[in-house]
């Protein structure tokens, strides 16, 4: 099974869901196609407003990057290879609107051509012939297209397919396995079937309960029925011209592709909310194999002394994951409301949560039911989340910049105490081993050492920065720290002062780090979208992890140093191994 992530292409084995990568892409991969034999793969991306976007050719078997074909501007739309691999045919995006024949072989452009005419609208999905290498189809917005190659003469020779009355956006086009004809499903929820010879349409259903929010992808079957997933999450099986719906299933968000395994006995489903489902033909039952974040995941955290479990958070949901597996236990949605950190209790009894509508929320790890809820902790929505080892007390940092201190009992939560010094965002808060001291970090540019007991502040680091993260060296004299200024910096908890900076990325802020139990190593990720691993005496970095394709936003090392998981906020969660130093 192969999938995007980013700026990856993931091949997993659907058996052992062992996992390898196909790097090269330097942004996100908009498509991803194979040839019918299996041995070639095809991948495009989208690039910058008037850069140019490539389309790598990959040898499946060896893994290998074989090509860079580069013609497109701004987005490869759509990919599709000839049946007998001779050529690759490339639909560029809105900015570009040409349509490229390549030759896999030569690895080479034959022709190219825009690819709708200028009174009709962009062309979005592109198909091959099932029998001649020298046809294929182009559809879009109120836009359909028969084209013919001429390889003596390069040229491409497109035919217009007429629709009669109906006006329609094209969202997903299929080929009849004799080319007689080709079936297109629309945006606006029916299927029209056109024949390729007279490039008319020759039929068109269902007429009167269309789809809803439109058929997003379309399967012909070999029995003549047709699976059709839609833009609502319903994938149904369709019988006849009419496409009456024999069974159907639901799954979560939008459908955004359909394949087929083998003879069509099992096939895969991928929808917008990032979950790829399985479906035994027979049976027709959804089954859920993978899933992951669909919006920037902002913590991540594991519990105290285990490395086989952790949990994120993201938009309106907590997920647990488990890492020998790689699948997720548990979902904890809260809906129209933003988690921005987690921290799970040193006795595992709870997962603590903090919210941007103000509120502190509490859930059991095993069944993820609510606990307890702190309404109204912060005015402006609550930063970041701290509990003590005792588990008796959480600490908050809220967006107005204030900390406060809250008392758990069994059945009550109690404000203890507020302490008002950060003039903006707190981000950042870490309690020492012993629970007598915190320290904050904050976006004004200031981090302090609170004593807890007594409530008052007893040290500040100032920079010229905004704080983003900062560690705690184990032995507890010493505090990293890092921001938008991209300088770590080394941190004396007796008087202030500070020790080293050392330069921590050569582009864009740094937003999370984690510090190894021994305090010999350390991790940083942000903006350059790097992990590196720090020599914390040395201050040098030892490893870089290249991976994510958007901004990392927190890392954190495994409690047995087996990995290193870090979240980005492209919604993915990587993990990595911790390299063996010695």
């Known amino acids: 099974m192969l999938y995007p992530l980013g700026c990856t292409v993931v091949i997993q084995d659907l058996d052992s869901k062992k996992q390898v990568f196909l790097h090269g892409h330097t942004n996100n991969v908009s498509c991803v196609v194979v040839s019918r034999d299996g041995v070639y793969v095809a991948s495009g991306e989208v690039a910058f407003m008037g850069f140019k976007a490539d389309i790598i050719l990959w040898h499946f078997q060896r893994k290998e990057l074989l090509a860079r074909l580069s013609l497109h501007k701004g987005r490869v739309e759509g990919l599709a290879f000839s049946p007998n691999n001779l050529y690759l045919i490339s639909l560029g995006g809105q900015d570009d609107g040409s349509v490229v024949v390549w030759h896999v072989d030569q690895r080479e452009a034959i022709c190219g051509s825009p690819a709708s005419a200028q ?14 290498d020298e046809m294929f189809v182009t559809a879009g917005n109120n836009t359909v297209r028969v084209w013919e190659l001429d390889l003596p003469n390069r040229k491409i020779h497109p035919a217009e397919c007429r629709t009669g009355h109906l006006r329609r956006v094209v969202t997903c086009v299929e080929m009849a396995d004799d080319d007689s004809y080709f079936y297109i499903g629309t945006s606006s929820g029916d299927v029209l079937k056109m024949n390729t010879n007279s490039k008319l349409m020759t039929d068109f259903g269902p007429q009167k309960k ?16 047709s699976i059709v997933g839609t833009g609502e999450g319903i994938v149904a099986l369709c019988k006849g011209s009419d496409y009456q719906v024999m069974k159907k299933i639901q799954v979560q968000g939008g459908v955004t592709s359909l394949t087929c395994r083998g003879q069509g006995h099992q096939f895969f489903i991928g929808t917008n909310k990032c979950q790829i489902y399985r479906v035994n033909y027979t049976e027709f039952k959804e089954e859920l194999i993978a899933a992951c974040h669909n919006e920037a995941v902002h913590d991540i955290v594991f519990p105290f002394g285990i490395s086989d479990l952790f949990a994120t958070c993201s938009g309106n949901d907590i997920r647990v994951w488990h890492t020998p597996e790689n699948r997720e236990l548990l979902r904890i949605v809260i809906p129209n409301v933003t988690c921005h950190a987690i921290e799970i209790m040193r006795d595992g009894k709870s997962i603590i949560s903090a919210w941007n509508d103000g509120t502190i929320r509490a859930f059991t790890p095993e069944t993820g039911q609510p606990m307890y809820v702190v309404n109204h902790a912060h005015s402006l929505g609550v930063m970041a989340i701290a509990a003590t080892n ?20 069994e059945m009550t939560q109690k404000l203890t105490e507020v302490l008002k010094e950060h003039v903006s965002a707190v981000s950042c808060i ?24 007594r409530f008052v502040r007893k040290q500040m680091f100032l920079a010229n920065t905004l704080f983003k993260c900062l560690c705690y060296h184990p032995e507890e004299y010493q505090v990293i720290t890092s921001g938008t200024d991209r300088k770590i910096g080394y941190w004396e908890v007796f008087d202030g002062s500070v020790i080293r900076e050392v330069e921590g990325s050569a582009s864009g802020s740094i937003n999370g780090m984690d510090i190894t139990s021994d305090g010999a190593f350390f991790v940083t990720g942000g903006d350059d979208h790097l992990v590196k691993l720090w020599d914390y005496k040395g201050g040098a970095v030892t490893h870089v992890g290249v991976g994510h394709s958007g901004n990392i936003t927190r890392l954190k090392i495994c409690p047995g140093k087996k990995n290193i998981v870090s979240v980005s906020a492209d919604g993915a969660i990587l993990l990595w191994k911790y390299p063996d130093l010695h």
């Open 390 to 409: 005792d588990c008796k007390r959480i600490i908050s940092g809220g967006r107005e910049g204030q900390v406060r201190v809250w008392e758990i009992r």
């Open 119 to 132: 009174n009709s609208g962009n062309a979005t999905v592109v198909v091959c012939s099932s029998c001649r």
């Open 210 to 225: 269309m789809f809803s929010l439109g058929v997003t992808t379309l399967v012909l079957l070999k029995t003549g029925n």
């Open 430 to 453: 870490k309690v020492k081993k012993d629970d007598r001291e915190c320290v904050t970090a904050s976006l004004d540019g200031t981090c302090i050492i609170w004593d807890i007991v």
